[in-house]
């Protein structure tokens, strides 16, 4: 299998699994808005914030290396 495809179904699957990522914290922060405390809300921003950097990332990766595959 040449490196190409190789690289692109890895791409592919890191940006499916990016948009489910996203999505999931969208639907769990609207699940436990109401037992965030001004206590646990900055642990919970810190790392939804680090998680979704990294999945956006991801997806402008995927975004910018469309055309490479093509």
Same mark, same amino acid.
């Given at each position: 299998?040449?490196?190409?495809? +190789?690289?692109?179904? %890895?791409?592919?699957?890191? *940006?499916?699994?990016?948009?489910? /990522? @996203?999505? #999931? +914290?969208?639907? @769990?922060?609207? &699940? %436990?808005?109401?037992?965030?405390?001004?206590?646990?809300? #900055?642990?919970?921003?810190?790392?939804? #914030? /680090?998680?979704? &950097? %990294?999945?956006?990332?991801? +997806? *402008? %990766?995927?975004?910018?290396?469309?055309?490479?595959?093509?």
């Amino acid at each position: 299998m040449h490196i190409k495809n +190789i690289f692109k179904k %890895i791409i592919n699957i890191l *940006f499916i699994i990016s948009w489910l /990522t @996203v999505l #999931g +914290i969208i639907i @769990v922060t609207f &699940l %436990i808005k109401d037992s965030l405390t001004a206590y646990n809300m #900055g642990d919970y921003m810190s790392i939804t #914030g /680090t998680i979704n &950097l %990294i999945c956006f990332i991801i +997806i *402008f %990766i995927k975004a910018k290396t469309n055309n490479y595959f093509n």
